[in-house]
C-alpha cells in the first residue's frame, strides 16, 4: 500500500477497535460520575441511565411522647429492599440524635441546653434475629451520627429485610434557632427522631458523612406509617395525611378541618375558645395520632396542647387537585395568624408561575418552632420581626418541597442544588407575588450576599462544585444560599423565562422521586436548551471568580452609544445598563450573559439619540465587588 493508503487504514482500524465514540463534555468529571455512566446509570444527557436503582423503605412506626418528662420513645419495623447491583453485609443507620452528645463533633457553637444523652436503640431484631448492639460504643465512636449494624446474613442484589428496632431519646431545650426539641414546656418539634437506615447510592456508595449541625440532609424515598400516641389534650401536626381524624378531634374541629380542605379562605380549627371549652379534641386520657406518607424522604412531627390551629386548601394543577394548607402556632404571635394564608398563596404561585410545577403532595404545615427548617410537608418556622422576613422565610422554606424533596438531593454535600433554588424561588414569590417594604433587608440578593461584599478572599470565591461537608463559614453559606442563586439567575436570564421554566420543570421530571448528583443538573439543561453550556457550568461552579463588571469606555457612532464593558471577575452575568439624558430620563438595557462565553469584553450598543450625560451598571438582582468602575460621564 501507499504510505497515504496506509496511513488511512490504521486510522480505520483504531476508530474500529475503539468502537462508537461518544462526545464527551469540556466539564471536569469526577471519577465516581464517570464509573456511574459507565456502569449505566447515570448519562452524559442529564437523565437516568437504564441501569438506574435506589434503595428504598417501608417505615411502621409507633411513637410515644412525654412531653412532662420530655422524652420521646418509639418502635419501628422496617422493610427495606436493596435493589442495587452489590451483596450488602451491614446497614449504616443515621443517628442524628446522637449529635446532642457533648463529644459529637459540632461545626457550630451550641450551649448546654442542646446537650443530652443521644439516642438509645434496643431489641433491634433482623429477620427476626436478635442483632447486637453497644449503645457506650456507638456514642463514644469518633462520629456517633452514624452506626453500622451487622447483618446475619448478607443482603443480596433484589432481596430485603425485615428491621425491628426500639429506641429512646431526650428532647434538647435550646431555643437558639434549632432545629428540633422543645419549643415550651407543652410543645415540641420532633425531627431526626428515628433511627433511619442511610442512603445507599451509586455514587457513594453508603452515605456516611457524619451530621455536624451545620450541613444538612439526605434521604431515601420511603413510604411512612406512622401513629403518634400523646397525652390528652394534646394535639399533633406530621408529614402526611392524618388518617383517623374522627378519632382524635372533637366533632367541631372535624367538622372545621373537613371545611377547611374545600376552602380557599382560612378556617379556624382550634381557637382560644375551643380550648378553653375543651371543644377541640376528643376527651381520652391518650390519643393515637396516625398519619401516612408515601414515597417522601423524612418524616418530622409537632404536638402542642395549646397551640392554635388555621388551615385552608387551594386547588393546584390542571386536575384541580386540592392542597390543605395549616398552620399551628402560639396564641400569642406577632406573625403566625397570617401564615397560613401567606403559605396558601406561595403554594399557588409555585405551582403557576416560578417554578410552574404543580405542589406535589396533598398537605403543607408550617410549625411555629424555633427552627428555620423544612421537612416533607412541614416547615418548623420561628416568629419573625417584621411581615417582610415572615413572608421570605415562609417561602423559603415551601420552596424546598422542589429541592431536596421531589427531587432527592444530598443536602450534606451539595447544598447549593437545594438551598440556591429555594433562595432563587423566595426570591421571584417576593418580588412578583408579594411586595416587600425592606426587600434589601429580606431577601436575595441584599439579606443573601452581604457577606459576600464585605470578605475579600478565596474562602468567598471558592467553587461552589466544592463539597459543602468541607466548607465553613462564610463559604458555606455563601456557597448554599447567595451564590447558586445568582447562578440560576444568571440562567435565566441566558435563557428566557419561557425556556428557564421549561428545562427547570425537564430536570424536575428527570429526576423526581431519585437522587440527582450536579452533573444530572448540568447536563439536563444543557440538552433541553440545545445550548453548549460548559462554559457557564465551569465559570459558576467550578472555577475560582468572582462578580466585578466594570465600564471600560465608550463611543458615540451612527446616532448610538457603544459602551465597552469589561468582565474583570470571570462570573458569566447580565449586563444591566441605565443610559442618563441630560433633561433627566433614564432608560434601562439588559444584555445575555452568553456575551461572555468567548470574551472578557464587550462592545454593545444602545440605539440612544438624545444627549447624554452619563451611562451606568446596575445591579439590582446581583452585586459587584468593586463597585467604583460602574459609571461613565458621557461627554
Known amino acids: 500500500m501507499a504510505n497515504n493508503q496506509q496511513f488511512t487504514f490504521f486510522i480505520f482500524?483504531?476508530?474500529?477497535?475503539?468502537?462508537?465514540?461518544?462526545?464527551?463534555?469540556?466539564?471536569?468529571?469526577?471519577?465516581?460520575?464517570?464509573?456511574?455512566?459507565?456502569?449505566?446509570?447515570?448519562?452524559?444527557?442529564?437523565?437516568?441511565?437504564?441501569?438506574?436503582?435506589?434503595?428504598?423503605?417501608?417505615?411502621?412506626?409507633?411513637?410515644?411522647?412525654?412531653?412532662?418528662?420530655?422524652?420521646?420513645?418509639?418502635?419501628?419495623?422496617?422493610?427495606?429492599?436493596?435493589?442495587?447491583?452489590?451483596?450488602?453485609?451491614?446497614?449504616?443507620?443515621?443517628?442524628?440524635?446522637?449529635?446532642?452528645?457533648?463529644?459529637?463533633?459540632?461545626?457550630?457553637?451550641?450551649?448546654?441546653?442542646?446537650?443530652?444523652?443521644?439516642?438509645?436503640?434496643?431489641?433491634?431484631?433482623?429477620?427476626?434475629?436478635?442483632?447486637?448492639?453497644?449503645?457506650?460504643?456507638?456514642?463514644?465512636?469518633?462520629?456517633?451520627?452514624?452506626?453500622?449494624?451487622?447483618?446475619?446474613?448478607?443482603?443480596?442484589?433484589?432481596?430485603?429485610?425485615?428491621?425491628?428496632?426500639?429506641?429512646?431519646y431526650q428532647l434538647q431545650t435550646s431555643r437558639r434557632e434549632h432545629r428540633e426539641g422543645m419549643v415550651d414546656e407543652s410543645s415540641l418539634f420532633a425531627a431526626y427522631w428515628y433511627p433511619r437506615i442511610a442512603v445507599f447510592?451509586?455514587?457513594?456508595?453508603?452515605?456516611?458523612?457524619?451530621?455536624?449541625?451545620?450541613?444538612?440532609?439526605?434521604?431515601?424515598?420511603?413510604?411512612?406509617?406512622?401513629?403518634?400516641?400523646?397525652?390528652?389534650?394534646?394535639?399533633?401536626?406530621?408529614?402526611?395525611?392524618?388518617?383517623?381524624?374522627?378519632?382524635?378531634?372533637?366533632?367541631?374541629?372535624?367538622?372545621?378541618?373537613?371545611?377547611?380542605?374545600?376552602?380557599?379562605?382560612?378556617?379556624?380549627?382550634?381557637?382560644?375558645?375551643?380550648?378553653?371549652?375543651?371543644?377541640?379534641?376528643?376527651?381520652?386520657?391518650?390519643?393515637?395520632?396516625?398519619?401516612?406518607?408515601?414515597n417522601v424522604t423524612d418524616f418530622a412531627f409537632g404536638i402542642s396542647d395549646h397551640f392554635l390551629w388555621d388551615a385552608a386548601s387551594i386547588a393546584v394543577g390542571p386536575t384541580g387537585r386540592r392542597v390543605s394548607v395549616q398552620a399551628a402556632y402560639q396564641p400569642e404571635t406577632r406573625d403566625f395568624h397570617e401564615v397560613a394564608?401567606?403559605?396558601?398563596?406561595?403554594?399557588?404561585?409555585?405551582?403557576?408561575?416560578?417554578?410552574?410545577?404543580?405542589?406535589?403532595?396533598?398537605?403543607?404545615?408550617?410549625?411555629?418552632?424555633?427552627?428555620?427548617?423544612?421537612?416533607?410537608?412541614?416547615?418548623?418556622?420561628?416568629?419573625?420581626?417584621?411581615?417582610?422576613?415572615?413572608k421570605a422565610l415562609t417561602a423559603h422554606e415551601i420552596a424546598h418541597t422542589y429541592f431536596p424533596f421531589l427531587t432527592g438531593i444530598n443536602e450534606t454535600t451539595d447544598a447549593w442544588m437545594d438551598e440556591g433554588w429555594a433562595t432563587l424561588l423566595e426570591f421571584f414569590a417576593c418580588t412578583e407575588l408579594y411586595t416587600l417594604e425592606e426587600p434589601?433587608?429580606?431577601?436575595?440578593?441584599?439579606?443573601?450576599?452581604?457577606?459576600?461584599?464585605?470578605?475579600?478572599?478565596?474562602?468567598?470565591?471558592?467553587?461552589?462544585?466544592?463539597?459543602?461537608?468541607?466548607?465553613?463559614?462564610?463559604?458555606?453559606?455563601?456557597?448554599?444560599?447567595?451564590?447558586?442563586?445568582?447562578?440560576?439567575?444568571?440562567?435565566?436570564y441566558l435563557l428566557g423565562r419561557e425556556e428557564f421554566l421549561k428545562c427547570v420543570k425537564e430536570y424536575v421530571e428527570n429526576w423526581e422521586g431519585k437522587h440527582p448528583q450536579p452533573y444530572d443538573f448540568f447536563f439536563t439543561i444543557s440538552e433541553c436548551s440545545g445550548e453548549g453550556l460548559d462554559w457557564f457550568w465551569k465559570r459558576w461552579f467550578m472555577e475560582y471568580h468572582t462578580m466585578d463588571l466594570g465600564l471600560a469606555g465608550y463611543r458615540m457612532a451612527d446616532g448610538a452609544l457603544f459602551v465597552t464593558v469589561r468582565n474583570d471577575g470571570g462570573m458569566p452575568l447580565p449586563i444591566v445598563l441605565e443610559v442618563r439624558t441630560v433633561d433627566g430620563k433614564a432608560q434601562q438595557y439588559t444584555f445575555s450573559p452568553a456575551l461572555w462565553e468567548k470574551q472578557e469584553k464587550a462592545e454593545v450598543k444602545l440605539p440612544v439619540e438624545t444627549p447624554l450625560k452619563s451611562v451606568s451598571l446596575i445591579w439590582k438582582d446581583f452585586r459587584d465587588v468593586d463597585p467604583t468602575d460602574d459609571r461613565l460621564e458621557v461627554k
Not at 452489590?86 to 449529635?99: C, G, M, S, V
Not at 374522627?246 to 382560644?272: C, G, K, N, Q, Y
Not at 478572599?457 to 466548607?471: C, I, K
Not at 458555606?476 to 440562567?491: D, M, R
Open 13 to 168: 482500524m483504531l476508530l474500529f477497535l475503539a468502537g462508537p465514540l461518544t462526545a464527551q463534555p469540556a466539564l471536569y468529571l469526577t471519577r465516581e460520575f464517570e464509573q456511574a455512566v459507565e456502569a449505566g446509570t447515570r448519562t452524559l444527557a442529564g437523565q437516568p441511565g437504564p441501569n438506574y436503582w435506589q434503595n428504598r423503605a417501608g417505615y411502621t412506626i409507633d411513637v410515644r411522647v412525654i412531653p412532662s418528662e420530655k422524652r420521646i420513645e418509639g418502635q419501628a419495623s422496617i422493610d427495606y429492599t436493596n435493589n442495587s447491583p452489590d451483596t450488602l453485609r451491614q446497614l449504616n443507620l443515621k443517628l442524628i440524635q446522637n449529635i446532642h452528645l457533648p463529644q459529637a463533633r459540632k461545626d457550630s457553637y451550641v450551649d448546654r441546653a442542646f446537650l443530652t444523652t443521644g439516642i438509645s436503640l434496643s431489641d433491634i431484631r433482623v429477620n427476626g434475629e436478635e442483632a447486637a448492639w453497644d449503645n457506650a460504643f456507638v456514642q463514644q465512636s469518633g462520629d456517633p451520627t452514624n452506626a453500622w449494624l451487622p447483618l446475619p446474613e448478607p443482603l443480596l442484589p433484589g432481596a430485603g429485610l425485615h428491621l425491628d428496632v426500639a429506641w429512646n
Open 201 to 294: 447510592d451509586d455514587i457513594s456508595g453508603w452515605d456516611r458523612i457524619p451530621h455536624n449541625i451545620q450541613t444538612e440532609f439526605y434521604g431515601d424515598f420511603n413510604d411512612y406509617d406512622v401513629t403518634i400516641r400523646v397525652p390528652k389534650g394534646f394535639a399533633v401536626w406530621a408529614t402526611g395525611e392524618l388518617a383517623n381524624m374522627e378519632e382524635v378531634l372533637s366533632p367541631l374541629a372535624l367538622e372545621r378541618f373537613l371545611h377547611s380542605m374545600e376552602s380557599d379562605t382560612v378556617v379556624h380549627i382550634i381557637t382560644p375558645e375551643t380550648l378553653a371549652n375543651g371543644q377541640a379534641l376528643q376527651d381520652r386520657q391518650e390519643l393515637a395520632w396516625h398519619f401516612t406518607a408515601r
Open 341 to 390: 394564608e401567606i403559605a396558601r398563596a406561595c403554594i399557588g404561585y409555585f405551582s403557576i408561575q416560578m417554578p410552574a410545577i404543580p405542589y406535589p403532595y396533598p398537605t403543607m404545615t408550617i410549625f411555629n418552632g424555633y427552627g428555620q427548617m423544612e421537612y416533607p410537608m412541614m416547615v418548623n418556622d420561628m416568629e419573625m420581626e417584621t411581615m417582610d422576613d415572615t
Open 440 to 492: 434589601e433587608l429580606a431577601i436575595y440578593p441584599g439579606y443573601y450576599l452581604h457577606g459576600y461584599m464585605g470578605i475579600k478572599g478565596a474562602e468567598v470565591d471558592v467553587p461552589m462544585l466544592t463539597p459543602s461537608n468541607q466548607l465553613l463559614s462564610p463559604a458555606y453559606q455563601l456557597n448554599s444560599y447567595g451564590k447558586p442563586a445568582s447562578a440560576y439567575l444568571s440562567l435565566y
